[in-house]
């Protein structure tokens, strides 16, 4: 099932939109996208639920 994520839907203020076929690939890509425009280098627990909680279907 694909899935999607947006920046903006866990409250951040970031134009950041992506799409991918499963929910570790799409991990995958929201945790790149933090390292690099977010500087997180870790994403903390709490951060990480609210970024699993905000995934939608595509
Ligand atoms: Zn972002």
Known sequence: MAKKFAC???GLAC???TTAENEE???AQVR???KTAHNMEQVDEVTMS???ASFQEA
């Open 32 to 34: 790149e996208h933090a």
């Open 50 to 52: 609210k970024i699993k």
């Open 8 to 10: 903006k839907n866990i």
């Open 15 to 17: 134009a950041f939109e």
């Open 25 to 27: 690939a799409l991990l």
